[in-house]
């Protein structure tokens, strides 16, 4: 069963290389997010991290309680299907509900698992954005 506990800065390196070791949804350009977005989220956001039993991180997820965006969510391609998904998840979703929201929103890659697996914990899809992102929805 993962751990899920709130991200550290010392945690940085290791989601920098889960976020660059997924194969769906790959961040084509490392320098698109900046140092800042990943402090803000660190310092005034919520953000997760999963780890597996020996402590080591298998996946992230961020998102920002001022609006019930997810920013981010992303399990390094070997941890798929452990289960730090739906951990993620949950810890997730509810820590938005906490923060006041009856609804989330995030944006993802068309035709990916991913939406797939948003779909199947209820999320909706509700358009695709501007940036040819699949934009979805869940009451929380």
């Known amino acids: 069963m993962p751990t899920i506990r709130p991200a550290r800065a010392e945690d940085l390196p290791r989601i920098a290389e889960i976020r660059l070791g997924v194969s769906e949804n790959r961040l084509a350009d490392p320098t698109a997010i900046s140092d800042q977005e990943v402090f803000w989220y660190l310092d005034e956001g919520i953000f997760l991290a999963s780890a597996d039993a020996d402590g080591t991180l298998q996946g992230f997820a961020c998102a920002n309680p001022l609006n019930g965006y997810v920013w981010a969510m992303f ?5 798929q299907g452990q289960g730090h998904g ?6 997730l979703t509810a820590a938005l509900k906490q923060a006041g929201h009856a609804q989330a929103w995030l944006a993802t890659g068309q035709g990916t698992k991913a939406i797939d697996f948003y779909q199947r914990r209820g999320w909706r899809m509700t ?6 992102q699949a934009v979805l929805v ?3």
């Open 75 to 79: 399990v390094i391609d070997p941890a």
């Open 86 to 91: 739906t951990a993620l998840h949950e810890a």
């Open 127 to 132: 358009g695709v954005g501007l940036d040819k």
């Open 138 to 140: 869940r009451g929380l």
